[in-house]
């Protein structure tokens, strides 16, 4: 299983996560991950998020569910 983390506040989540091969962590887990889910809610103040990762990283805002397990399927495949 590919390990993804989520922020906090997107607990909600886990299940389709789970449900689609992947194995949901804490962002803060210091767990090497395949993908970060971040909710967008940390902007600065031009209204980008600054997050450096060597891995893909999705901006939940806007997207349910399945559009996130799509998003992860085509940047990690």
């Known amino acids: 299983m590919k390990k993804?983390?989520?922020?906090?506040?997107?607990?909600?989540?886990?299940?389709?996560?789970?449900?689609?091969?992947?194995?949901?962590?804490?962002?803060?887990?210091?767990?090497?991950?395949?993908?970060?889910i971040i909710s967008g809610r940390d902007e600065n103040m031009t209204n980008v998020q600054n997050v450096e990762a060597p891995v893909p990283v999705i901006d939940a805002r806007g997207l349910d569910g399945e559009d996130i397990i799509r998003e992860l399927k085509s940047k990690l495949i």
Do not use: C, K, M
Request: proline content about 6%.
């Open 4 to 36: 993804v983390a989520l922020e906090e506040d997107l607990s909600h989540l886990e299940n389709p996560l789970r449900e689609n091969g992947f194995e949901p962590v804490e962002i803060d887990s210091n767990e090497q991950v395949s993908a970060i």
